[in-house]
């Protein structure tokens, strides 16, 4: 059973940075990654998602500018990058891990346990 560990939640004003870490415990790992969020009585919604190799990426509108998915294979480490953070950003983040590039959560197979992230006006 793969597990996934992220990391790199917290409070920042808005305007400010944070960048989530994501890492799978106990092995090697080569999936498409993804990244969502979800914010309270909202349902969880797709931010980012990036290929095996890095290549390709995909982003929500409502982050394509701000945010920016990326990862290291060598540490076998996904990161979401997030600046110029909004209130309306504030939510549990996911990281997950699919066969496939895609957006929606049905082909997602593993998922992490969530980070909060707190952005105050």
């Known amino acids: 059973q793969v597990q996934l560990v992220e990391s790199g939640g917290g409070l920042v004003q808005a305007g400010g940075s944070l960048r989530l870490s994501c890492a799978p415990s106990g092995r090697t790992f080569s999936y498409h990654m993804g990244w969502f969020r979800q914010a309270p009585g909202k349902e969880r919604e797709f931010v980012a998602a990036i290929t095996r190799s890095g290549g390709n990426t995909d982003y929500a509108d409502s982050v394509k500018g701000r945010f920016t998915i990326s990862r290291d294979n060598a540490k076998n480490t996904v990161y979401l990058q997030m600046n110029s953070l909004k209130p309306e950003d504030t939510a549990v983040y996911y990281c997950?891990?699919?066969?496939?590039?895609?957006?929606?959560?049905?082909?997602?197979?593993?998922w992490g346990q969530g980070t909060q992230v707190t952005v105050s006006s």
């Open positions: 997950a891990a699919s066969l496939i590039l895609s957006r929606q959560l049905k082909h997602f197979n593993y």
